[in-house]
């Protein structure tokens, strides 16, 4: 039993391990409900010149508010914040592609990731792809519970609970939920992360041939004969 421990608690530390959780921050609004400021319209207080504007909302419901845990948001496969019921939060975007995962935990735990062996998520309960442009508001809507409501017949919530809605659609319902305490940063898009990684590999790499070259050079100059 030891040795399987030990066999478990090192391939958890192994680099390409990833392990999906939100423990202490899963509870739901059953159990801690929001408690932020009323919703309050960012109005022109980002920089809506360079980034785009994210509004992400969950309506209070039954269902919603009677959750035990909350369900994860991910954006670019970073966990942000998890989604209560009567809760809203905002981003600023930078411009590009951004994908939304949310996953539902269960005691915390929601998955693990270890590169080419193991891929597992306990459920996923969304994903999304939002293109964002620089100067445009979003408002992603998360509900489970209203999927033939009327109002939402062009839209498909049978197939997705988490939609981007029209502002009309949001603002009647977003002034009665509560701020998240997480939220307001500022989040790159997949493709500048990626460029940046490239960047950031040819460097290291430059780093290390210039570094190798002096050392070298050092070895060569120093001659005890």
């Not at 360079?50 to 969950?58: D, E, F, G, K, S």
Request: charged share 25%; glycine share 6%.
């Amino acid at each position: 039993m030891i040795k399987i421990g030990l066999l478990l608690l090192s391939v958890f530390l192994l680099p390409s391990c990833t392990i999906y959780q939100s423990i202490g921050h899963n509870f739901g609004s059953f159990v801690a409900a929001p408690n932020g400021q009323d919703f309050q319209p960012v109005g022109y207080r980002w920089d809506y010149e360079h980034t785009a504007l994210v509004y992400v909302y969950r309506p209070g419901s039954t269902w919603a508010n009677d959750e035990l845990e909350a369900p994860s948001f991910y954006l670019n496969d970073d966990r942000l914040f998890n989604i209560k019921g009567g809760s809203y939060t905002w981003y600023e975007l930078k411009p590009g592609r951004h994908e939304v995962k949310i996953r539902r935990p269960l005691m915390g735990l929601e998955g693990i990731d270890i590169t080419n062996v193991i891929d597992f998520t306990l459920k996923m309960v969304t994903e999304l792809d939002l293109n964002a442009k620089a100067g445009t508001v979003y408002y992603l809507r998360y509900s489970e519970v209203d999927k033939d409501a009327a109002k939402f017949k062009d839209m498909t919530f049978h197939q997705n609970p988490l939609q981007v809605v029209t502002p009309e659609v949001a603002m009647a319902e977003i002034q009665e939920t509560n701020m998240l305490d997480s939220g307001r940063g500022l989040i790159a898009s997949i493709d500048e992360a990626k460029t940046k990684e490239v960047v950031f590999t040819e460097d290291a790499v430059e780093e290390t041939s210039a570094a190798e070259e002096e050392e070298d050079s050092a070895l060569k100059s120093w001659n005890p004969f």
